[in-house]
């Protein structure tokens, strides 16, 4: 038996279709392609191309996971930025799929944890076994175009998955320089609200670097011409990001000083998000920076921050922490959950 697990994102789109692993539930993959989504009209148009040019065999995938950059709704998903429409009526009128789902790309996770081989995450903190229901609870956050949230209620028959825009929810500064940078980015960049998103994701890191560079004492430095030229460029503005990182390993204290500070307001995130859901199944750490980050979260001063919650710190130190190396996990969880969709349509 096969079935097909796609990542559908707004820079990119990952498809593989899968064989049903006869000793137990791992995906193993047949064939996947990478798209990159601003070259496509639609997701149609892309399912088309997959289906005659790159899977080419007879035996076609019946059940079918979609994990959507975005809200689902009554079946149907609509990708804001690319003005894609998308229904699970759509997919099953078109390429006769059997089963179809349609879930947000970070509530899909979930049900990717449970096949995770060790070579796909690594353990930063090991926490302690709880007895009870939370025991079973796992959240994953997720920092990158975007700031994600998911929380899965993960035991040995079932996987419940359960989606969340936490990512939204108010940013709250937690020393003078983070009020400073608050303040700055709803003057300067005409915010009206600064959610924990506008900081912690991947264009957080590059607002931080703007509010530092409005500073006196860096208009001499050369990442301000960066910034300059950024407001005319899209591609220079997209690896903003990048460029503050590369700079930070090459020894640049001004751009180390702005990761750090990300780093810091992340890891306290981290810290706020375990105790708000008491996830003594695991917190997990995914997202487009994770890999590039790992050696800043393995690291002591990241933990001091995760850790800094008062009186309430030996509840942080009792939850699993772990970073998952996979960048492709997106599409890996579909996959799970395509499984998870076929053993179910047998019983």
């Known amino acids: 038996m096969i079935y097909l697990g796609c990542d559908l994102g707004g820079t990119k789109v990952l498809i593989g279709v899968y064989e049903k692993n006869t000793f137990d539930n791992v995906p193993k993959l047949i064939t996947r392609e990478k798209y990159s989504s601003s070259e496509w009209d639609s997701f149609y148009s892309i399912l088309d191309d997959f289906f005659k040019r790159k899977y080419t065999n007879n035996l076609f995938p019946k059940t079918a996971c979609f994990g959507i950059a975005g809200p689902v709704k009554n079946n149907s998903a609509k990708i804001t930025n690319l003005n894609w429409d998308i229904s699970i009526d759509n997919l099953k009128r078109k390429y006769k799929f059997e089963n179809v789902d349609l879930i947000n790309d970070f509530a899909v996770l979930p049900f990717g944890i449970p096949y995770l081989s060790e070579n796909q995450y690594i353990t930063i903190q090991e926490g302690e076994k709880q007895n ?203 996959a799970c959950r395509a499984n998870f969709l076929l053993i179910n349509s047998k019983k």
Not at 262 to 287: P, Q, R, T, V
Request: charged share 25%; glycine share 8%.
């Open 132 to 334: 009870g229901l939370n025991n079973n609870l796992n959240a994953i956050v997720g920092a990158g175009t975007g700031l994600g949230i998911a929380r899965g209620l993960i035991s040995k028959n079932n996987i419940v998955s359960f989606s969340s825009e936490g990512g939204h929810m108010e940013y709250a500064p937690k020393s003078n320089q983070e009020w400073e940078l608050k303040t700055w980015l709803k003057r300067n960049l005409n915010f009206k609200r600064i959610s924990c998103e506008r900081i912690i994701s991947g264009e957080g890191l590059s607002n931080i670097a703007k509010w530092r560079f409005s500073k006196e004492d860096l208009k001499n430095h050369k990442f301000t011409k960066v910034l300059k030229d950024s407001e005319q460029s899209f591609e220079l503005k997209k690896n903003l990001s990048a460029e503050i990182c590369k700079m930070a390993r090459e020894g640049d204290p001004v751009m180390r000083e702005i990761e750090e500070m990300w780093i810091n307001i992340y890891a306290s995130f981290l810290g706020d998000i375990a105790l708000h859901e008491l996830c003594y199944g695991g917190l997990w750490i995914s997202g487009g920076t994770a890999t590039k980050h790992l050696e800043n979260f393995c690291s002591e001063n990241f933990l001091k921050h995760f850790l800094n919650k008062g009186r309430l710190k030996d509840i942080v130190k009792s939850i699993p922490l772990k970073v998952i190396l996979d960048e492709e996990f997106g599409l890996h969880s579909a």
